[in-house]
C-alpha cells in the first residue's frame, strides 16, 4: 500500500471511536481500539483483562448492534483487537496511524497525547478527531518531530454513511503528511476530503450549527411551530427530510449544544456570534436528560406508533400538528434543488418569509466567514454537502438563485455583505462552466480552475465536451476515453423503460463496432430502482398481455447479449440497484459495487418475480464454483438453490457491498468501490484491464443440475409452514411456488444441466401468469400509490 498505513490505533471507544474504528476494519485496516480502565479498577486488578478492557470491548459490542451497521461486514471485527489506555498503550508503537478519539475536553487530550508520545515511533501520524478544539492548543508541550506528524481528521457520524472528512492541518504539520494522509483517506476510506483552517469547530460544524441556531431564534422570534420549521427547512430548501430539529434528534441534542456553545466561547468577534446562545428551553431539556434519540426523546418523541412533539414552554409532549403551509405542496413536484428553492423564495406567505429569513443570514455569515475558515469556496460548499448533506452548498445555492439578485435583495434588508461578494457579483458570480470545466471566484484573482477530486471522472463534465455518442430519452452512450464507453441511465428513479431497454440494446451494438469495452454506471442519488411498475400496470389494466410479453422478452434478450457481448462489461451499481436495477448489474461480467449499495430482486414484493434473467444470474452467481460433473447423488446442489430462493423469496435487499457479496448478488471476482466519487473510474480502469488482457466472453453455465420437482416440493412445505404460522399469505405461497419452479428447473430429472435457455424460458412464462392474477395487481397499484408493499 503506497500510503504505508497497514495498521492504526483508535483512542477512545464511544460512538465516535468505535464507529472509526469500524470503518478502517471494514477498510482492511488492521486496527487496536482503546479506551480508558473503568473506574474502581486498580493496577492490583490487571489479571483481570475482561473487566480492565470492558469500555473498549463494550465499544465494539455496540458498533457491531448498530443499526445502521457500522461495519460493511461483521466479520470485519475480528480485524479489530481491543484493549485500555493504562496496560495496552505501548500497542500504539507498531501502528502506522494514532487517532485520538477521547472526550472534548482540550486538557484530556493534551495528557494523553502525552502518553501517545512516550510510545510514538518516528514516522507514525497522530490526529485528533475533535470536533472543533484548536489543533494548535493540543500540542503544547509536544516535540517538533511530533507536531509535524500530528493534523486533525475530523471525521462525522455515522463514519461509514457520512462522506466528509475534515483535515486541518496544524501551524508544523510536515505538508507531505497531509498530502498522504488525504490520498490514503480518500483512496481507501472513501472519504470526500475537505481542508479547513484550525478555527473554532472547523467549516461544516461552524456554517451548519450557525444555521441551525439562526432557524431555532427565528421560530421564537417569527412566531412559528416545530412542525413548520422542520417542513420549510428541510427538502424545500435543499437540506435533508431530517431537516433542523429531528437532525438534532439524531445527532444529539446534548453534542448541539456543545458546538454551538464552543462556537460562542471561542469567537469572541464573530460578527454573528450571538447566534450561537442556546435557548433556555434547550439548555433546559439537555439538563432534564431529553437529549434525542439516545435518549428515546428530543424534539421529538415516538409514543407506540405515533410520533409527538415537545411543547417549548412546558417540555411536556404533545400531539404532532401536521404544519399547514400550502405553499410547500407545489415544490414537491420540482426534482431540481435550485427550482425548489427559487419558488419557496417567491411565495410571500409564512413558508417563503421564514425561509428567507434563515437562508439570507445563513449565506450572508458564511461569507463573512468563508476565508477564515477555509482558503476557498469550494471546500465550503463540499463541506456543507458531505458534512450535512444539503444539496447544494451555501455559494452554489446563492449562485443557483442568482448572485446579483440575491446580494440586492439582502442589502434592502439591511443585511451586511463583505467587499468581496460584490467583487463575485461583478464576475458574474461564484462559479462559472465552460467547456465541462468549472471555475470558482477567488478574491483578488477572478476565477480559478476548481480543484478537481483525484481519480473522478464526471459523466456530466463528459456530456458538457461533447463526448455523447447516442442518446434517447433513457439513456446515454458517454465516450469515457480510452476506447471505453458508458451508458448512464436517466429515467426518474432510473426505472427501466422502453427506452432504456433500446439504448441498452444499441449500446452493444456500437461498442461490438467501435469501443473495447462497455461500463454501466451513472452519477444519479440511485443505480436504478428497477421495472417502470406504471407502464406494467398500465398494460395490465388493459389486457395488453402480447405487449407486457414483448417487454419481457426484450430486456431478457438484452440482457443476455450484454452478458455475452465479445467486448467486457463492467457495472458500477451504487444506492438503490433493485429488480430490473439488479439485473442490469449482474449482467455485466464484473461489478465494482459502491460500498453502499442496497441490491436485491425484490419483485415478490409486487406480486411477480425476476423478469429479467434475475433468477438465471442469481443461480450461476450461487452456484459458482460448484463442479458441472459432480454425481447429484453424492452432491447435493439443493442449498444452493434454496440460497437463491430465500434472496428472491424474502426479498432480501443487501445493506451494503458486504451484503451484496454475502446474498450472493456478488462474487468473488467482484470489487467493492469504497469511495463513491472513485467509481466509475475504477470500472473503466477494470475494463480497459480486462480488453487489454486478451477479454473472451464468458461460457454458458454447464453445472446448474437443479433439484427439479423434489427440490420444488421441499420448498412449497416450507412455506405452507410459514403460511400456517400466519408468516405467509395464500398469496406469498402461490408465488413461492411458481418461483420454486423456476429456480428448480421446471420438470427436470434432477441428474442433468438445465439450460439457461430454458431457465429464461421458465421465468418469462411464470412473469406472465403472475402479471394477469389480481392480487399481483392489487400488489403492484398499492405500491404505486402508497410506496410501500401490500401484504394480501
Known sequence: MATGIRKAAVLGAGVMGSGIAAHLASCGIRTVLLDIVPPGLADADKDKRDKRNAFADGGLQKALASRPALFLHKSAAAMIETGNFDDDMHRIADCDWVIEVVKEDMAVKQHLLTQVEAHWSPGTVVSSNTSGLSIEGMLEGRSEAFKAHFLGTHFFNPVRYMHLLEIIPGPSTDPAIVSRMADFCRRILGKGIVYAKDTPNFIANRIGVHAM?????????????????????????????????????????????????????????????????????????????????????????????????????????????????????????????????????????????????????????????????????????????????????????????????????????????????????????????????????????????????????????????????????????????????????????????????????????????????????????????????????????????????????????????????????????????????????????????????????????????????????????????VPADADPREFDRFPFVRRAFEAIGLAKVATGAGEVMSLGFGTARDEIAMNRDLRIARAKLLCRYMADAGYAPPRPAENLVLPGRSGQAAVSLSVYGMMLGGFASEHDKLIADKLAWVLCGGDTDGRTPVAEERIIELEREVFMSLVGEPKSLERMQYMLMNNKPLRN
Open 213 to 625: 441556531m439562526s432557524t431555532i431564534h427565528a421560530m421564537g422570534e417569527l412566531g412559528y411551530s416545530i412542525e413548520e420549521v422542520d417542513a420549510i427547512v428541510g427538502t424545500p430548501m435543499g437540506r435533508p427530510k431530517s431537516a433542523a430539529f429531528r437532525t438534532a434528534d439524531v445527532v444529539g441534542i446534548d453534542t448541539f449544544v456543545h458546538v454551538a456553545q464552543n462556537c460562542y466561547d471561542a469567537l469572541p468577534d464573530d460578527p454573528a456570534r450571538d447566534t450561537f446562545i442556546v435557548p433556555d428551553f434547550i439548555k433546559e431539556m439537555v439538563a432534564k436528560g431529553i437529549l434525542g434519540d439516545k435518549s428515546r426523546g428530543g424534539f421529538y418523541k415516538k409514543v407506540g406508533r405515533d410520533i409527538q412533539t415537545i411543547d417549548t414552554q412546558t417540555l411536556e409532549y404533545r400531539e404532532k400538528v401536521a404544519a399547514d403551509l400550502p405553499a410547500l405542496k407545489p415544490l414537491r413536484k420540482l426534482e431540481s434543488p435550485a427550482e425548489r428553492i427559487k419558488a419557496l423564495l417567491a411565495d410571500d406567505g409564512r413558508a417563503g418569509k421564514f425561509a428567507w429569513h434563515v437562508l439570507s443570514r445563513s449565506l450572508a455569515y458564511t461569507a463573512q466567514i468563508a476565508f477564515d475558515i477555509a482558503d476557498d469556496i469550494v471546500n465550503i460548499d463540499r463541506a456543507m454537502r458531505w458534512g450535512f448533506n444539503w444539496d447544494l452548498g451555501p455559494f452554489e445555492t446563492w449562485d443557483a438563485l442568482g448572485v446579483r439578485e440575491i446580494a440586492d435583495r439582502m442589502k434592502a434588508d439591511g443585511i451586511a455583505l463583505p467587499a468581496w461578494v460584490d467583487q463575485a457579483v461583478e464576475a458574474g458570480g461564484f462559479y462559472a462552466r465552460a467547456e465541462g470545466r468549472t471555475r470558482y471566484f477567488a478574491p483578488g484573482k477572478g476565477l480559478s480552475a476548481e480543484p478537481e477530486i483525484p481519480g473522478r471522472i464526471s459523466l456530466a463534465a463528459l456530456k458538457e465536451a461533447g463526448k455523447v455518442v447516442e442518446r434517447n430519452r433513457g439513456a446515454s452512450l458517454i465516450d469515457l476515453g480510452d476506447g471505453i464507453a458508458c451508458i448512464e441511465f436517466h429515467t426518474k428513479m432510473n426505472t427501466v423503460d422502453t427506452d432504456l431497454g433500446q439504448m441498452l440494446a444499441q449500446a452493444c451494438d456500437v461498442v461490438e463496432r467501435d469501443f473495447d469495452g462497455l461500463v454501466i454506471a451513472n452519477e444519479a442519488e440511485h443505480f436504478s430502482a428497477g421495472a417502470n411498475l406504471l407502464m406494467i400496470v398500465m398494460n395490465a389494466n388493459q389486457k395488453k398481455w402480447d405487449a407486457i410479453e414483448e417487454i419481457v422478452e426484450q430486456f431478457q434478450t438484452t440482457i443476455q447479449r450484454l452478458k455475452y457481448l465479445s467486448k467486457p462489461v463492467v457495472s458500477a451499481p451504487h444506492g438503490l440497484t433493485l429488480g430490473g436495477g439488479c439485473e442490469m448489474a449482474m449482467a455485466a461480467d464484473r461489478m465494482v459495487v459502491d460500498k453502499e449499495t442496497y441490491m436485491g430482486l425484490v419483485e415478490v414484493g409486487v406480486g411477480l418475480i425476476p423478469g429479467g434473467c434475475g433468477t438465471l444470474n442469481l443461480l450461476k452467481r450461487v452456484f459458482e464454483g
